[in-house]
């Protein structure tokens, strides 16, 4: 690709429509950083350029493309033209009053009779120990897409059962980013149908990602993900509220081993008051890590 074809590029690419393309969640000239863990967007959008206020990442669409699909820059240019068209189809800059709707009807019939490959449930029930019925509940499906990557998809529900969104996640090791979002996904909480399930003083367990979640269900509790505080929705955060008190609900939480997961509770906490604070054991950087290394002991004993 010549000079000229680059500048092209440049000047034609929206470095939003590029950044949603690469299946981050653009709102507000905000996303989430794919380059450090981060739970609150620090990732921001401005005059064509990407900047992360938290881990300094920054750089023009060539940049993002590059580091996000871990090509070189031929190879990223390459993705980029041909990409070019969809992400100038596809993408219109969300309006603060108009967000992009999540067009649930192109997607809820992949998750009627899902699908898992060999890839998902290797990762699934051998390496997580998910228990299957937890896999079924939550209708996780299995993809693989053009350049052959193994992904898994989690459904996002409402209480009604609605589609509202899709998170994947690569199956490839070392992969970044490792999750993505389609475009437009209403993301605030996993696995809301287990709150139609609640009873009076039941525990409810809030994990920080779905497969975090699967691990809790599996452990046998009552559990929903809120991946970040900021994209909890003021509607959700009060409908927990509402059942906590309900319910007479205990919430409890049990955070990363890490500053985000200290950060994600302390602002969790903000929004419902009541969330208990639950310490892994030293050694542990997160519950899954911990249910695997439990499930482990529990097969031995038997
Ligand atoms: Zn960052």
Redesign the pocket.
Known sequence: MDKFDIQKLRDALPIEGVAERLGLRVVRHRCL????D?HNP??TFRKGRFR??????SGDVFTLAQKVLGKNFADSCKWLADENSIILTDYKPKQEMAPRQFDASRYARFFEHPWLSDEARRFLFEERRIDPRVARFCRLASWKDRQGVAWLQFPYYDREGRLTGIESRNLVKGASPRYRFYPGSATSIYAMPVLNRLGKGDELWIAEGPTDCLAMLSSGHKAIAIPSATLLTRDDAELIKALASQCSLQLHMWPDNDAPGAALFAQLKELLPELTHRQLPPGYKDFGEYYVAMSRKNADIL
């Not at 950083?33 to 450090?36: R, S």
């Not at 992360?52 to 990442?57: K, T």
Request: charge should be negative.
């Open positions: 950083c794919p380059f450090h981060d620090s990732m992360c206020w938290s881990c300094g990442a």
